[in-house]
């Protein structure tokens, strides 16, 4: 029964920050302003790593299953380097939630409203793939390096998406297939054009981004095997990401442009786990490298981004 306590609190965790986002941080469809988003976004870090104390806790009292068999230290160790793996391949996604939102033409007032429901049925399908995810990597000894082969992949498409990125405003994607409105009708999902029942822009882009959400998890859940198996990690490392995703798409909304260098950063960040995943079997690369390695990435596509951004103004 003990083992289940780790599971109760982070569930108690996470339905708490939803229950405080919904009902005090965004009471009304009320556009975010900088102010409020950089508090949010350091509301959600915050409690990220508080959980992270919660985590030594657990291995350290033995609450936690821990079948890598994890001393505490690790254990949290693990649990930052997957939540920033996690985080810091979602980049790529704030710039497709912005592109969701163009093509619906969907205003500030709604988006968070979109957001805050799409993480509903994100948990769902990080759930059911980082479960079958690991049955895979426990049942087929080598399935890391297709998991790594498949990283790969992704990681020189990632350098094609520019292109794609156009037709995908025409088809607004998975939604072209419901029988969708152009109208908003004041924020609901539903509404009646001619006589006739159809889904509201907002419906379409909340499908929309509920689809998008799980073409990157198919990326994102692969790269953090390369830091752990342990199922409580990976799931609640992820699970702090992507509700802090939605408060950093707000504070970065209207400088995604500005950030368009951060994607080689993400490129880079995939294909070292993708060789970190494919030489697991024979090579045991130390966590602190792995977070030196993404911090630098990262810091870098920050730096020429910003370097780009003053050149572009000075002509």
Do not use: C
Request: glycine content about 6%.
């Amino acid at each position: 029964m003990n083992h289940y306590l780790p599971w109760l609190i982070l569930s108690g965790h996470v339905a708490l920050l939803l229950f405080v986002d919904w009902f005090v941080l965004h009471k009304k469809d009320q556009p975010n302003n900088p102010k409020k988003a950089i508090f949010e976004t350091l509301f959600f870090v915050v409690n990220a790593l508080i959980f992270g104390g919660a985590v030594y806790w657990f291995f350290d009292t033995g609450l936690a299953v821990n079948p890598e068999n994890l001393s505490p230290s690790i254990g949290v160790v693990k649990y930052i380097t997957g939540y920033i793996i996690e985080l810091s391949l979602s980049v790529d996604n704030l710039f497709v939630i912005a592109l969701i939102f163009a093509a619906y033409k969907i205003p500030s007032r709604y988006q968070h409203k979109l957001l805050f429901l799409g993480i509903v049925g994100a948990m769902l399908f990080r759930a059911i793939l980082i479960s079958v995810g690991l049955i895979l990597v426990h049942k087929i000894q080598y399935i890391t390096i297709f998991f790594g082969l498949f990283l790969l992949y992704t990681a020189f498409n990632l350098l094609k998406k520019e292109e794609e990125s156009e037709s995908y405003q025409k088809n607004k994607g998975i939604a072209k297939y419901f029988n969708i409105s152009n109208q908003l009708d004041n924020g609901h999902f539903r509404t009646i054009v001619n006589g006739k029942r159809m889904f509201t822009a907002l419906f379409g882009a909340l499908i929309t981004i509920e689809f998008a959400d799980l073409l990157f998890a198919l990326d994102s859940i692969p790269a953090i095997f390369a830091v752990t198996t342990d199922p409580f990690i990976v799931f609640s490392s992820n699970i702090f990401a992507i509700m802090g995703l939605r408060s950093l798409y707000f504070l970065l909304a209207n400088m995604l442009e500005k950030f368009k260098y951060l994607k080689y950063s993400v490129f880079s960040i995939l294909v070292f786990v993708a060789l970190k995943l494919t030489t697991s079997h024979w090579f045991d690369i130390p966590e602190w490298f792995s977070l030196l390695f993404i911090g630098i990435s990262l810091a870098m596509g920050v730096w020429v981004s910003s370097i780009k951004s003053k050149d572009s103004m000075t002509k």
